[in-house]
């Protein structure tokens, strides 16, 4: 990519900075006494002064809405100015509370306008949101974004899975807003109730939540069980918003949302800038999101960045494969880094496969492994099981067993899928 569009956009970076920093300083509980601590001069000249400062952990918001209950002294301006309340999914420890002023929630909205444009979605789109919509931030942004641009927008909380492939198909949907899972599932109960989703207008379907929508083989599976539609994935998460949008021409790419976002990929161990193209762990800082922002936030996500030119000609920077794991989802079996990702997307090149769990046993370093499968034909399972076993044990040299029960016994979800069970 040529230098003017990353220097304009370090230019909007800096200037907005420059604008949300001294509302910390005055008026943060959280990030002012941080601000003094690090000497930080304003207004800054520079990108890099700002990298002077300390990263954020989950594990200092969590204690700090623990000592300060139930916000936390991450609040730039008095409670009445806040008007949003959500709460964090809690699959990574505690829940956190986190709230928007009406202006910071439309910077939200705006930012997943942009995946609405990436993926094509307009005005003449009727929009199926197959989500609960309770506290979790999860699709609220999108259904409002979607009502901001003239969709017809159509809430699915409160249906059984078939009560949702039910209401789609009748009112002509066609665009699906859910989690890879949940994608899945809907496609899966469409074929066990011989729904010929052939017929159906769904030809888009957006995925958030988990990563999947950019592994080749889950969002295979989706376009197969879905053959109308093609499938664009997003990510964010409830402390930062929606974060990233799809690339229209390369599937397993996901753009991050600049200058709504500062972004360094960093090394977890280290903390120090990796190169363009080496995996390392995302760093974001809310540039916009100013009641509640955060400053240099250690997303967990392990993630391969590029700045450089993207085919789509997109200026901002990219992550080839989406979001590939969690740092602390992995799991060490005899030296060898699983995430659950990857194992997602060996288990998805067997279209027979209807759901899937893993149970891990011991220690970090001492684990063990072991996959149960629902295989669509009952008598079919250990021959799959098999087969499932061999292709883990040739992509990472590891044997890890793998049993089939009957179909129907392992639990479904629409939200985030709960598919790794840890035990001492």
Known sequence: ???????????????????????????????????????????????????????????????????????GSNLTYPIEAFTRFHQTSGSTGTPMRWLDTTHSWQTLVRNWKKVFEAAGVTASDRCFFAFSFGPFLGFWTAFEAATSIGCL??????????????????????????????????????????????????????VAGEPGGSIPTVRQTIQTLWPTARVFDHHGMTEIGPASFPCPNQPNRLHLIEPGFLVEVRDPETGQLVGDGEPGELILSNLERDGMPLLRYRTGDLVIAHAGACECGDPTTYLEGGILGRLDDMVIIRGVNLYPAAIDAIVREFAQILEYQVLVEGNQGLSQVNLIIEAGQQTQGAEIAQALGHRLHAHFNLRIPVTHVPPGSLPRQELKAKRWIFSD
């Open 153 to 206: 927008s159509i809430p699915g909380g409160g249906m059984r899975t078939l009560g949702r492939l039910q209401t789609l198909l009748e009112n002509q949907v066609s665009v699906l807003c859910c989690t890879p899972t949940y994608a899945i599932h809907l496609g899966q109960m469409a074929h066990q109730e011989g729904i010929d989703l052939s017929a159906s207008h769904v030809k888009k379907v957006l």
């Open 1 to 71: 990519m040529a230098a003017g569009p990353r220097a304009k956009l370090a230019k909007e970076q800096l200037r907005l900075l420059n604008l949300l920093l001294p509302k910390l300083l005055n008026g943060n509980g959280f990030y002012g006494p941080r601000l003094r601590a690090a000497g930080l001069n304003l207004p800054l000249t520079s990108l890099e002064g700002f990298m002077s400062l300390p990263f954020t952990s989950k594990t200092e918001l969590q204690e700090d809405q623990l000592a300060h209950p139930p916000f």
